[in-house]
């Protein structure tokens, strides 16, 4: 059972206890007040790239030991941090179909360092492919029925597209940054996200502007009605929590 600190690192790479955790903000289009914050799994060593640590976990069949790490270490270090709205959590697709995936371990973190499940996002990245669609979706269904909120990240630029959106019936979609880096002088980026937008919209559903990095971005999201903004013009992750709000006016 993967219940402490000393289980989940037993037999696993060694660069793994020198993970860190920065957070994000995402901020609430409307009110300019913070909506949550996404944590990144960061390394203490610059010279050790975490995508590479996280290419390399797949293709040695540790991917759900480095996941349950992160997810750990994001939950501890948010109750610590006494973060305030939502947290959001990166999980990858390849976890969720884990043959032996322990049902519960997310709960025991949440109950260790007593922070509500009800206010964690588990983001479900569109950039892999899912093997076992029914895996998939029963973890996804059991994680909505513990009560934890379901985003897609990184939405259009993946393998799922409309067909997971319809399939997972998220609470939030993220926009992949591509989108919103060629708003200006790109009519299908446009296009798309007022369509999916508005789709969202229709099904109660969140829309994140990922990857704002101008006051040109950000202005456009807003007039596009898009929920929630995030990016290095707002706020870039850092391993200790800000609380401030967005300083633009809405008048």
Known sequence: MLQTEKQLTVNSDLHYSELTIHFQPIFNAKTGKIYGYEALTRHKSKSINVKELFLRAKKNGSIFLLDMICRRNAIREASRQNLEGFLFINIC?????????????????????????????????EQSAIDNYEIFINS????????????????????????????????????????????????????????????????????????????????????????????????KPEEKIKKSNLAYAYE
């Open 140 to 235: 996804i269904s059991y994680y909505k029925q513990r009560g934890y909120k379901i985003a897609i990240d990184d939405f259009g630029a993946g393998y799922g597209g409309p067909k997971l959106l319809s399939i997972l019936n998220p609470h939030i979609v993220k926009l992949d940054r591509h989108f919103i880096h060629t708003l200006e002088g790109n009519h299908f980026s446009k296009s798309f996200i007022e369509f999916t937008t508005s789709a969202c919209h229709s099904l109660d559903i969140m829309v994140v502007a990922e990857g704002i990095e101008t006051i040109t971005q950000l202005s456009k999201a807003i007039s596009l009605g898009i929920d929630l903004l995030q990016g290095f013009y707002l706020g």
């Open 93 to 125: 697709p390849e976890s969720l179909c884990y043959p032996q995936h322990e049902i519960g371990i997310t709960d025991r973190f949440v109950e260790e360092f007593n922070f509500p499940k009800e206010r964690i996002v588990f983001e479900i990245t």
